[in-house]
Structures are given as structure tokens and as C-alpha cells.
């Protein structure tokens, strides 16, 4: 392919300082080598020549990892493999490790510590790129530092109106999490955002270990987009998407399953480093008030959550330069007064991303939602519009209203 000039520019930057693109995988044959082909395939594309795939195989029992490195030479109940590197990882472009402890996020802190390349992108293993997606985020990395996200449209979504989401809109109070959002703020420039889908993204190796990754002890699944990006945000860095790259997801099942209290776990352990016991406890109380549940289990992971994630907090609240309910300017009053949402009005407050898009692009979108926790004139406790009925809960909550 013929590349503008300014084009190549950005190539032979990205190929000084070299790509590692960090996949965490379990059991996620055969769409795994498909995109690992998909992304070397785009990355050929444009020049960038300096890449390699680290494939972090997160204990898997199918051919995930042993696809691209061994044969089987007898087959049964038990098989038997014999070490057989083939293409990718015959010439270095693929790199595996096996890692047994199950964690998706666990497995990018560990596979960038094998990463060779200054740059680091994270895929999941189930997604296919829009050509010219490796370059665009990486110039974009380059440009504006950072975390850089893609937008991500679902693989089965028509390629001429994929209708993407561009960011999450953050809520919290009861949980903390996101859910897709499609504000686009540029359609052709990079614009700040609050936090995104974590299938695909891209951050400079330094800044990663520096900065300390995902939290070290987060179990199997959930919670790392929440964090990473608002402790970016908290320590002086930023996120942001960019548009002229595009990720496909597929939206299916893994071939494996995860433990609903390890996302509990994941949201009390997010919520204990970014914003300390206020925060934990929301999440406490909530789940503390569902019926029927085994109130000493919940408990337990309470504490544990708060034990194993004070290391990461005495960091956080060591390097940060705002607190938490600053960053997502909880209870200040509504200064913009131009956005609107379905044609009606919607004052909110300007956010730090709101700010810079503002300065950048000369307007702004994004949305959070606190579930506030109250209590009315008769006592009753609520978050959100929820009511804190069990004992135990009301007992947590009454800490704060």
C-alpha cells in the first residue's frame, strides 16, 4: 500500500519503537488464531514491521495456545503433545506463556512484563480489526499518550453502518461498571472520554508499570475497564478514543464460565482503591441487601477485598492528583448548559474529559449516573431508587446517611 507521507512518518515511528500486541486467552480456539492473523495481517497492511503477539493462554484445556506450538502424536482420553512450532511461532512473531491463575486482566499485567516493544496493544482473542486500526491507534498513542480505545461494533454488524460504541457511560453507587455508549464527539479526531470497553486498547509500557496496571489481586473476570481508565484519569494521564480505527467484538459464549461473586469481589476491590470505604460500601450495602444471601460470604470478600487491594491503594492515593468523587465531579453543581439528550436539555457537570474535548474540539458528550445513597423524612435508607431492607445493610448504609 502507497502511504501518504505524513502516513509514513507515523509507520516508521511505530516500527523504532515496535508493537507488542498482549492477548489473553482461555479456551478460545479457533477464533484466537483468527485474531492473531487478523491483526499481523493489518499490521503488513501498512509497513509496521516491528510486532509481535505475546499469547498469555489463561489455563485453557483446548487448542488455544497448542494450535501454534505443539502436535498431537496420540489422541485419547489424555492426549499427548509433542512440541512442534510452526510459522508465526517458528520466526518470533508469536510468543506463548501458559499462565494457570484465572484472571483476564492478570494475564495483560504478567504479558507485558514479556512484551520486547515500547508500544502495547491489549485484544481480547475473539475480535477482527478494520484495516488500518493497528496504525491509527498506535499514531494516536504517539500523538496524545495516554490509554487509546478503538471504537467496537459487533462482529455480524453491517461494515458501512457498524454503528459502533464510541465510550461507556460511568455509573456508580451501587456498582461501578459502564454501559456502551454511541457519543461521538469528533467522527474524524481523537476526543477524551471517561472510560471504554477494554477489548482493545493501547498504552506505552512504561506508563503501564509505572502506573502499576490492573489491580493485582482482581479474580477471573470484570472490573478492569472501570479501573484502569479512572486511575489514569486520577494520576494526571487520560483515555481516549479514537475514530478512525474499528474493532469488531464477538459477542458469544468463551467455553467457559466465571463465578458471579468474583465480579462481587471485583467491583468491592475497584471501589475500595479508587475511593476508599465510602465507595466499598456502597457496593457492600448492596449486596448485603439482596435477600437470601449468605451474609458471612459477603463479608468475607469484603474484607479480602480491602486487605488485598490496599497496596494498590496506598499507591493510588500516594501519586493521584484528584479524588474520586472530583474526577466525576459527584454533587458539583451543573455548569454546561448546552448539551441536550433527545432533544430536551441536560445540564450536567463538566468532567476532566469534558474540559479537554471542550478546549480540543469545541464541544463535548459523555454521561455518569451516581445512584445516590439517601434517606427520606421517614428513615428509609435507598441507593439509587432501591430500598436498603435487610438489617445487616441498613447497619453499613447508616455509616454514611
Given at each position: 500500500m502507497k502511504l501518504t507521507q505524513e502516513e509514513q512518518k507515523a509507520?516508521?515511528?511505530?516500527?523504532?519503537?515496535?508493537?507488542?500486541?498482549?492477548?489473553?486467552?482461555?479456551?478460545?480456539?479457533?477464533?484466537?488464531?483468527?485474531?492473531?492473523?487478523?491483526?499481523?495481517?493489518?499490521?503488513?497492511?501498512?509497513?509496521?514491521?516491528?510486532?509481535?503477539?505475546?499469547?498469555?493462554?489463561?489455563?485453557?484445556?483446548?487448542?488455544?495456545?497448542?494450535?501454534?506450538?505443539?502436535?498431537?502424536?496420540?489422541?485419547?482420553?489424555?492426549?499427548?503433545?509433542?512440541?512442534?512450532?510452526?510459522?508465526l511461532v517458528h520466526t518470533g512473531k508469536v510468543k506463548i506463556f501458559y499462565d494457570p491463575v484465572m484472571s483476564n486482566v492478570g494475564t495483560r499485567n504478567k504479558g507485558v512484563l514479556k512484551a520486547k516493544y515500547d508500544n502495547i496493544i491489549f485484544a481480547d482473542a475473539h475480535i477482527i480489526v478494520r484495516p488500518g486500526t493497528v496504525k491509527s491507534i498506535l499514531t494516536t498513542l504517539n500523538d496524545f499518550g495516554g490509554i487509546i480505545h478503538t471504537p467496537v461494533a459487533w462482529m455480524g454488524a453491517d461494515g458501512s453502518d457498524p454503528k459502533p460504541g464510541y465510550q461507556y457511560s460511568y455509573k456508580v453507587g451501587e456498582k461501578i461498571w459502564g454501559t456502551w455508549g454511541k457519543s461521538c464527539v469528533h467522527p474524524t479526531k481523537p476526543f477524551y472520554i471517561s472510560l471504554c470497553g477494554h477489548c482493545f486498547l493501547a498504552v506505552k509500557k512504561k506508563q503501564f508499570l509505572e502506573y502499576r496496571g490492573y489491580p493485582l489481586a482482581q479474580r477471573v473476570y470484570g472490573g478492569g475497564e472501570p479501573y484502569l481508565d479512572t486511575k489514569w484519569w486520577m494520576v494526571g494521564s487520560t483515555s481516549m478514543c479514537d475514530p478512525n480505527s474499528l474493532v469488531y467484538h464477538l459477542s458469544a459464549g468463551r467455553g467457559y464460565s466465571f463465578m458471579q461473586d468474583d465480579l462481587i469481589f471485583n467491583m468491592l476491590l475497584v471501589s475500595y482503591v479508587l475511593g476508599g470505604e465510602k465507595w466499598i460500601d456502597r457496593i457492600y450495602t448492596t449486596y448485603t441487601n439482596k435477600r437470601g444471601v449468605y451474609l458471612p460470604w459477603i463479608k468475607q470478600m469484603y474484607e479480602e477485598a480491602k486487605a488485598q487491594g490496599q497496596e494498590d491503594k496506598d499507591w493510588l492515593d500516594k501519586n493521584k492528583i484528584m479524588e474520586f468523587e472530583e474526577l466525576l465531579a459527584l454533587g458539583k453543581p451543573d455548569d454546561c448548559t448546552k448539551c441536550t439528550k433527545r432533544g430536551r436539555p441536560d445540564p450536567h457537570a463538566m468532567r476532566p474529559w469534558d474540559t479537554k474535548n471542550e478546549k480540543l474540539h469545541g464541544n463535548h458528550r459523555s454521561f455518569v449516573a451516581e445512584f445516590k445513597l439517601t434517606r427520606d423524612k421517614d428513615g428509609k435508607i435507598f441507593i439509587g431508587r432501591t430500598p436498603i431492607i435487610v438489617p445487616e445493610a441498613i447497619k453499613i448504609a447508616s455509616k454514611w446517611v
Open positions: 509507520v516508521d515511528k511505530i516500527n523504532k519503537q515496535g508493537v507488542s500486541i498482549v492477548i489473553g486467552a482461555r479456551n478460545e480456539f479457533p477464533q484466537v488464531i483468527m485474531t492473531i492473523t487478523s491483526l499481523l495481517e493489518d499490521c503488513h497492511l501498512w509497513g509496521i514491521t516491528n510486532v509481535e503477539c505475546v499469547l498469555m493462554d489463561n489455563g485453557s484445556t483446548d487448542e488455544t495456545s497448542r494450535f501454534l506450538a505443539w502436535k498431537a502424536i496420540e489422541k485419547g482420553a489424555w492426549w499427548k503433545y509433542q512440541y512442534s512450532p510452526r510459522g
